[in-house]
T-cell receptor
Framework: SQELEQSPQSLIVQEGKNLTINCTSS?????LYWYKQKYGEGLIFLMM?????EEKSHEKITAKLDEKKQQSSLHITASQPSHAGIYLC????????????FGTGTRLQVTL | NAGVTQTPKFQVLKTGQSMTLQCAQDMNHEYMSWYRQDPGMGLRLIHY???????DQGEVPNGYNVSRSTTEDFPLRLLSAAPSQTSVYFC??????????FGEGSWLTVV
């Protein structure tokens, strides 16, 4: 079965600083999804990557899928308090998008 | 367009009771899934469906039943609730381009 490891598990950054969260898969990724979750709430879709080398950006968040399709990184530029939450990566290991394997999440705190 | 709707949002059950978590989507998606989220373990797949009349087991199916009689609905049934089933449950559906939409979650406590 596919396993995803996220690092770091938690992160505290000062407002305005950049940060990177990594997601490493034990198997080739057919699709890699990034979600954000605030405590006690649902999952907010951020981005989906499918092709090796693909990079997508939305506002100050950029996600990349490496060429070998086994690792993805999520980079936040000039962090803001609104970026605080739990970031989850989910892997589609079968190419069907009907079932994902998730990492355990990275908890991000942004201090003033 | 309501997206993925889950009910109830909060529920407390006694051990041994049964209940159904409802999930409905109005986007005509074929693929639907149920996940549970536990502290420190991320989300784990319980059951999924690739279309009406077709369901299959995920990673943690024991204690749960599903059915898919229509494209829109994918209910999750707890047959005899146990404290180990205390969790947050998320329903999801997959749209074009493999975009996966999640419901807002159902918080279940079994006492």
């Amino acid at each position: 079965s596919q396993e995803l490891e996220q690092s770091p598990q938690s992160l505290i950054v000062q407002e305005g600083k950049n940060l990177t969260i990594n997601c490493t898969s034990s198997k080739t990724l057919y699709g890699l999804y990034w979600y954000k979750q605030k405590y006690g709430e649902g999952l907010i879709f951020l981005m989906m990557l499918q092709k090796g080398g693909e990079e997508k950006s939305h506002e100050k968040i950029t996600a990349k899928l490496d060429e070998k399709k086994q690792q993805s990184s999520l980079h936040i530029t000039a962090s803001q308090p609104s970026h605080a939450g739990i970031y989850l990566c989910g892997a589609d290991g079968a190419g069907t998008a009907s079932k994902l394997t998730f990492g355990t999440g990275t908890r991000l705190q942004v201090t003033l | 367009n309501a997206g993925v709707t889950q009910t109830p949002k909060f529920q407390v059950l006694k051990t041994g009771q049964s209940m159904t978590l409802q999930c409905a989507q109005d986007m005509n998606h074929e693929y639907m899934s149920w996940y549970r989220q536990d502290p420190g373990m991320g989300l784990r797949l319980i059951h999924y469906s690739v279309g009406a009349g077709i369901t299959d087991q995920g990673e943690v199916p024991n204690g749960y039943n599903v059915s898919r009689s229509t494209t829109e609905d994918f209910p999750l049934r707890l047959l005899s609730a146990a404290p180990s089933q205390t969790s947050v449950y998320f329903c999801a559906s997959t749209g074009s381009g493999n975009t996966i939409y999640f419901g807002e979650g159902s918080w279940l406590t079994v006492v």
